[in-house]
């Protein structure tokens, strides 16, 4: 490797390195990061930001960042994320971000703005220029020229070329070196018009729906209590009616008083 | 030692939730001879050996109609609520196969949701009315109480 790595630089490629495991800021390209991993490597899944991986067989898993307390945020952002990278919603599987800001910005639930405040980073942003390089790339697996290419339509790209149609998913273009290709510039890339959403302003069922009503069926086989585990309960005399307060309290094992 | 702590802790059937304690909230709602109790609030020597249900007990599968209809409905938004839901409307639905507003309203008042989905509840209870009830599975905890 010729270049010299900055710290962080050698962090991301070490850990990509070591499986897989992307630290990436949320905007980061990862062309560069690609250029600089060993000679060879190529990753199980092509990860174009750390919202977005594509799968050799064109589904797209997209990372939901902020908690899910019952407000719809699971769908919501990446449904954003979706619509500008034009995949089906079919096709698309969340996966809940652990907790890391410094990878995937503010990750907090309360206040009612995560879709003002997500909205400007996801939609003009990555995704839009991500689906432009997976265009390119996979156009490039249809027809060489590039002329005659109707560009994405749900993670897929059409070419009418001399002879025949062809078709050629998102998840071609990633084995069609998409992730050696640097992010086309932001200005390049117009934001999609409002009148092409197919998913944002949609009604989307709620990801986890069906999954939360049946575990309430058979929830305790998955919680089984800890070996041992002691209980404290500590009753303590309504303030609001009596008046009461504290004055001291004891704990021990198997007997708790206030 | 309240019904509610019988069932989390020593039956270890954690689908009945922990919500106020004080029976207000209704996220601890069970059924007690069929009737829709706060199990937070019933102590379990009350209980002697009469049949207990629980949200486990509903369906095995989540296949009672109220589940399935909630399910289409998309009715949970967070799920804290919806096992106290699902009980209490159960319950109702067992005595009263065809309920109006009015008597969804009044068996369910008392079971809040945080996310506001009570419109949904309402709808899928109707439309579960409409649907062949399964006959639900009962629990037995008179042994845990000793």
């Known amino acids: 490797m010729t270049k010299m790595l900055s710290r962080r630089s050698f962090l991301r490629v070490s850990a990509l ?23 060879g490597f190529t990753p199980p899944t092509f990860l174009p930001t750390a919202f977005i991986k594509i799968q050799p067989d064109g589904k797209v898993i997209i990372v939901s960042k902020n908690p899910e307390i019952g407000q719809g945020i699971k769908n919501e952002i990446p449904m954003i994320i979706a619509d500008e990278l034009d995949v089906d919603w079919k096709d698309v599987t969340l996966e809940q971000a652990d907790l890391d800001p410094t990878k995937y910005g503010g990750q907090v639930a309360g206040g009612s703005t995560a879709t003002p405040t997500n909205w400007n980073p996801c939609r003009p942003g990555s995704e ?17 020229a590039g002329s005659g290419v109707q560009h994405g339509s749900s993670g897929r ?8 149609k062809v078709e050629s998913a998102y998840g071609d273009g990633r084995d069609q070196g998409a992730a050696a290709r640097p992010m086309p510039d932001m200005a390049s890339v117009p934001p999609e018009d409002p009148k092409d959403y197919m998913i944002i302003g949609k009604p989307t069922k709620g990801y ?8 309430l069926s058979r929830s305790s086989a998955s919680t089984s209590p800890v070996p041992g585990m002691l209980w404290a309960v500590i009753g303590e005399v309504p303030r609001v009616w009596r008046q009461g307060r504290v004055s001291q309290s004891r704990c021990d094992q198997g007997d708790a008083r206030v | 030692m309240p019904l509610l702590w019988v069932l989390r802790d020593v039956v270890n059937l954690k689908g009945t939730k922990f919500g106020c304690g004080i029976g207000q909230c209704g996220a601890c709602t069970v059924q007690l001879r069929g009737r829709a109790v706060r199990s937070c609030q019933t102590p379990v020597s009350m209980v002697g050996d009469a049949a207990v249900t629980t949200i486990e007990g509903l369906s095995p599968d989540g296949s009672h109609p109220l589940q399935r209809r909630g399910r289409r409905l998309d009715v949970p938004q967070c799920g804290y609520c919806q096992a106290g839901q699902l009980m209490s409307a159960s319950a109702l639905l067992a005595t ?51």
């Open chain 1, 17 to 39: 390195a070591g499986g897989g495991l992307m630290v990436v800021a949320h905007l980061d390209p990862m062309a560069e990061l690609l250029a600089q991993a060993p000679p």
């Open chain 1, 128 to 144: 839009r220029r991500v689906r432009q390089m997976l265009v390119t790339a996979a156009a490039q697996a249809v027809e060489r």
């Open chain 1, 157 to 164: 790209v059409n070419a009418t070329g001399a002879s025949n």
């Open chain 1, 208 to 215: 986890d729906t069906s999954r939360g009503h049946r575990r």
């Open chain 2, 96 to 146: 009263n196969p065809k309920p109006t507003d009015a008597d969804i309203d009044r068996a369910m008042n008392g079971n809040l949701c945080r996310c506001g989905t009570y419109l949904r509840i309402r709808q899928a209870i109707h439309k579960a009315a409409s649907t062949p009830t399964r006959s639900t599975q009962t629990a037995q905890v008179g042994a845990a109480q000793e």
